[in-house]
């Protein structure tokens, strides 16, 4: 059974502090994403990865980084928590050799800065 | 550039009656198109999707969607609800490297 294991389900965290979620997933995929989900809005592009220690942006990548060091581990950083990022965020991962393949998603951390 | 529409961001059905969740999409080029489900708590789970193959297409637990191409719409159908389909339904667009742009969601309430 295909998995993508986010490591927090829910997370409280102090404006300013630096935050990491990690994403890690067990299907060898090649690429790798990052979106932040909020009501009205459906889910938002913040990065992906296509391969190791690559990265590019998406539609919101401010306040945001991130890591590829591995190809199942992709890691989601804020440098400095900020309550506009109170925000539901989801993992997901899909395979590149074949165009147009669903992406496979975690079940989603609940971040929320106060 | 590709885009996604949900028509109504909430829809409210009584048990046993239809299912229809709307959808229209903008894409420069010939699509992928996707249905996920998310139930409360929970990551999003594919429902069904099209790859330029059959028109219609049939997904889990008896969704189906019908790509047409003259309306660029991709609407989710059932012919019945259950109280378990309550959840929140985007519509996706895949483009270049799998990339996938969604939908605002569509909330639906399933009333006993």
């Known amino acids: 059974d295909v998995k993508v294991t986010q490591s927090s389900r829910y997370l409280v965290k102090r404006t300013g502090e630096k935050v990491f979620l990690e994403c890690v997933q067990d299907?060898?995929?090649?690429?790798m994403f990052w979106y932040r989900q909020d009501p009205g809005l459906g889910l938002r592009l913040i990065y992906f990865?296509?391969?190791?220690?690559?990265?590019e942006k998406g539609d919101i990548p401010e306040g945001y980084s991130v890591s590829r060091e591995k190809k199942e581990r992709f890691s989601l950083i804020l440098e400095s928590a900020s309550t506009n990022q109170t925000s539901m965020y989801l993992c997901?991962?899909?395979?590149?050799?074949?165009?147009?393949?669903?992406?496979?998603f975690g079940q989603g951390t609940r971040l929320t800065v106060v | 550039a590709q885009s996604v529409t949900q028509l109504d961001s909430h829809v409210s059905v009584s048990e046993g009656t239809p299912v229809l969740l709307r959808c229209n999409y903008s894409s420069s080029y010939s699509p992928s198109l996707f249905w996920y489900v998310q139930h409360p708590n929970k990551g999003l789970q594919l429902l069904l999707k099209?790859?330029?193959?059959?028109?219609l297409v049939k997904g889990i637990n008896g969704f189906e969607a019908e790509f047409k191409k003259s309306e660029t719409s991709f609407h989710l159908t059932k012919p019945s609800a259950h109280m378990s389909d309550a959840a929140e339904y985007f519509c996706v667009v895949s483009h270049a490297g799998n990339m996938l742009t969604f939908g605002g969601g569509t909330r639906l309430m399933v009333k006993p």
């Open positions: 299907m060898d995929h090649e690429n």
């Open positions: 099209y790859t330029s193959a059959a028109t």
């Open positions: 990865s296509y391969d190791v220690k690559m990265k």
């Open positions: 997901a991962s899909s395979p590149s050799d074949t165009m147009n393949t669903e992406a496979f």
